[in-house]
C-alpha cells in the first residue's frame, strides 16, 4: 500500500508566492518519478512539473521562470515553489508518484489533491 499526501495549497494574492509539498510513503521499493498535476474548473488535468532520476526535470511553458520543483530522495517527498502566481494558476493541484512497490510492481499513484487560489 502507497500513500500520496499533499499540503501547503491556500488563496494568495496575485504576484505571490505559495510552497506545495507532496509526501509518498508505505511499500515503496523505489521512486522513479514525481509530478504536480493541476486541473482548473471546466478544463482536463495538465502536468505542471516533474522531476525524474538525476532531478530531471519538465515544465508546461506557462509556468516556466515562475515554478520549481524539488525532491528530497531521503524523506520521498517532492516539492513545488510557485512565485509570481497568477489568477490563471488557479486550479486543484495532484501530486503524482510513479513508484514501483516492494512487490515489484510499478504503478503511478495519485494525492487527493490540494486547491490553489490566486485572487486578482
Known amino acids: 500500500q502507497v500513500q500520496v499526501v499533499e499540503s501547503g495549497g491556500g488563496l494568495v494574492q496575485a504576484g505571490g508566492s505559495l510552497r506545495l509539498s507532496c509526501a509518498a510513503s508505505?511499500?515503496?521499493?523505489?521512486?522513479?518519478?514525481m509530478g504536480w498535476y493541476r486541473q482548473a474548473p471546466g478544463k482536463q488535468r495538465e502536468l505542471v512539473a516533474r522531476i525524474a532520476s538525476g532531478d530531471r526535470t519538465n515544465y508546461v511553458d506557462s509556468v516556466k521562470g515562475r515554478f520549481t520543483i524539488s525532491g528530497d530522495n531521503a524523506k520521498n517527498t517532492v516539492y513545488l515553489q510557485m512565485n509570481s502566481l497568477k489568477p490563471e494558476d488557479t486550479a486543484v493541484y495532484y501530486c503524482?508518484?510513479?513508484?514501483?512497490?516492494?512487490?515489484?510492481?510499478?504503478?503511478?499513484?495519485w494525492g487527493q489533491g490540494t486547491q490553489v487560489t490566486v485572487a486578482s
Open positions: 503524482s508518484a510513479y513508484i514501483t512497490t516492494n512487490s515489484y510492481t510499478v504503478e503511478m499513484y
Open positions: 508505505g511499500s515503496i521499493f523505489k521512486i522513479n518519478g
